[in-house]
């Protein structure tokens, strides 16, 4: 009887052991190669230089900035009164480019995420005024060029390109007009939901953007338009998955996804809650290589990466799987060069 109790006993420890294991969030067992700057966030977006990082504080939230080398944070809205922004972008003149609602129903609150009543904005670094309208509605994030005041954006089934001038100081949007439309589109994203994401780096004459549709609007393919030549890339080729596109390595030859391809058995909603961050390659082969493991604990993710301008680090998000698209609970930071030597090592 008494080897029946400790058999038991052990078998019992074991399973809460496994059960422990299996609801162990990421954030406490991170490589050393991850750390997290700060606790609350999303949409982070780096500073040229490379020593702040820009988030949200919520979908609807306001605007800080994190200070890299000593973790100080500071607010950059809450000088004025507003409604909530969904974006943040450095512009390349150092000038940050919002996009946020006029209005915010709190017993509707997704409408002011809706491209109907999202507005672009641009914030003077100096903080001493309340951002400008550059009269134009976005659907979702703006694609912001890193080296000139170029943006592009989608709206309906239309993405369009302009460019941001100051007129005695106060910025406008110029010579703006339509790229292409969803119809246009290479099969199987033809006729799909369209956002943009980056001007790829170099001469910038490629637009990298991802469309979605198909399997009940949770499949996804990274393309780009060359916008000189006015032809398609499909970059993804691999039209099981979800591939989303998000920052692109400085020197142009690849770029983040968040993708499902470590969980393709799973479909419809539970496949696009299943996220982690990959590297994929921007020359046609559809070759990709994972480079967060959050969503191996199937309740957490990693979403929303972008690549500092030296291309040395990553900054990321964390969420719960069930959150809603673009949520963070955290930004982290990635060291590329530590991940390079110890990826094959977990």
């Known amino acids: 009887m008494k080897h029946i109790y400790t058999s038991i006993v052990i078998f019992v ?56 080398a000593t973790g100080n944070i500071r607010p950059m809205t809450h000088h004025f009164f ?4 969904v974006r943040a972008l450095y512009l390349s003149n150092g000038d940050i480019l919002l996009s946020g609602a006029k209005n915010f129903n709190s017993d509707d609150p997704w409408k002011s995420r809706d491209a109907r009543n999202t ?31 170029n943006i592009a954006w989608a709206l309906g089934s239309t993405i369009y390109q302009g460019e941001i001038a100051y007129e ?36 910038e004459s490629e637009l990298i953007f991802y469309a979605f549709g198909g399997n009940f609007g949770f499949q996804a393919e990274v393309l780009g338009y ?6 398609f890339v499909n970059y993804s080729k691999s039209e099981s998955t979800y ?4 920052g692109t390595f400085p020197n142009g030859l690849s770029l ?25 390659k921007l020359d046609e082969s559809g070759e990709v290589e994972r ?39 955290g930004i982290l930071i990635l060291d590329l060069k530590a991940w390079e030597k110890k990826k094959g090592k977990r």
Request: with cysteine; glycine share 6%.
């Open 256 to 280: 983040l996804v968040e993708s499902n391809r470590h969980r393709t058995k799973y479909k419809g909603m539970k496949e696009f809650l299943t996220l982690d961050l990959y590297k994929m």
């Open 13 to 68: 420890a074991t399973c809460t052991s496994l059960f422990s294991q299996e609801k162990k969030s990421p954030i406490d067992d991170l490589p050393d190669y991850i750390k997290q700057v700060t606790f609350f966030g999303e949409r982070a977006d780096w500073s040229h230089d490379g020593e702040r990082i820009l988030f949200i504080e919520k979908t609807f939230g306001d605007v800080f900035e994190v200070e890299i």
């Open 168 to 203: 005695e100081g106060k910025p406008k949007l110029k010579n703006w007009k339509p790229l292409f439309q969803s119809s246009d589109l290479p099969t199987p994203a033809k006729g799909w939901d369209l956002e943009t994401q980056n001007f790829r780096p170099g001469n």
């Open 226 to 231: 060359d916008i000189e030549k006015k032809a």
């Open 82 to 85: 507003h409604e909530g922004f």
């Open 119 to 149: 507005e672009l904005w641009v914030l003077k670094r100096d903080l001493k005024s309340a951002p400008t309208s550059l009269g134009v509605h976005c659907k979702e994030g703006p694609a912001v060029s890193r080296t000139k005041m």
């Open 243 to 246: 591939d989303e596109a998000e």
């Open 291 to 329: 480079i967060t493991y959050f969503n191996d604990n199937p309740e957490f993710k990693a979403s929303n990466g972008v690549i500092s301008d030296d291309g040395k680090y990553m900054a990321f998000q964390y969420a719960h799987a069930e959150d809603p698209a673009g949520k963070g609970r």
